[in-house]
């Protein structure tokens, strides 16, 4: 299997935006844990491990083709939010972030009729449109229950089984 430069290149900045995403996931877990919003701490924590197994797959890819995948370093997340919400609206601007950086990949197998790395990179697609409805509803819960202290308490708890409702969950 032959993977252009230009490819190999993209995969590689793919796989330090997962790292950089599931830093971020492991901050903002971090502060919920130290905050007291325990449900939204495991979530955002196994969002983290979701991001880390992303980062693997695109590993594997290059590695199995027989090209480098490189481990990059990684920018320091940002520590604290103004609230929960704020959180989670930071998690739905990233993971649409990731979407368009999934598009742009596709982009170029498509360009480069590189149809092994364009049905790979179909996984990512619907794991993104997942990922962004997650995000959605769970934004969607402060606007029904409101942003009072019990009210973000009921969604910080609802969150613990958020996943299974939510629904077609694809495997890693
Ligand atoms: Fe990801
Ligand atoms: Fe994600």
């Given at each position: 299997?032959?993977?252009?430069?230009?490819?190999?290149?993209?995969?590689?900045?793919?796989?330090?935006?997962?790292?950089?995403?599931?830093?971020?996931?492991?901050?903002?877990?971090?502060?919920c844990?130290?905050?007291?919003?325990?449900?939204?701490?495991?979530?955002?924590?196994?969002?983290?491990?979701?991001?880390?197994?992303?980062?693997?797959?695109?590993?594997?890819?290059?590695?199995?083709?027989?090209?480098?995948?490189i481990i990059p370093a990684i920018e320091k997340p940002p520590g604290s939010f103004e609230s929960l919400e704020a959180s989670f609206r930071f998690g739905l601007d990233s993971?649409?972030?990731?979407?368009?950086?999934?598009?742009?990949?596709?982009?170029?197998?498509?360009?480069?009729?590189?149809?092994?790395?364009?049905?790979?990179?179909?996984?990512?697609v619907t794991e993104q449109t997942e990922e962004e409805t997650l995000f959605q509803t769970i934004l969607q819960k402060f606007e029904l229950l409101g942003r009072d202290k019990l009210a973000i308490y009921q969604v910080d708890q609802s969150l613990s089984s958020i996943r299974s409702k939510v629904g077609g969950m694809q495997q890693n």
């Open positions: 299997m032959q993977i252009s430069q230009e490819m190999i290149k993209a995969i590689n900045e793919q796989i330090s935006h997962e790292a950089s995403s599931a830093n971020a996931y492991i901050a903002i877990g971090s502060w844990e130290r905050t007291g919003y325990d449900g939204s701490a495991s979530f955002f924590l196994e969002q983290a491990a979701e991001e880390k197994e992303h980062m693997l797959k695109f590993i594997h890819y290059l590695n199995n083709a027989g090209y480098e995948a993971e649409r972030k990731v979407t368009k950086e999934i598009y742009e990949l596709v982009d170029i197998a498509a360009k480069e009729k590189d149809y092994s790395t364009y049905t790979f990179l179909q996984w990512f």
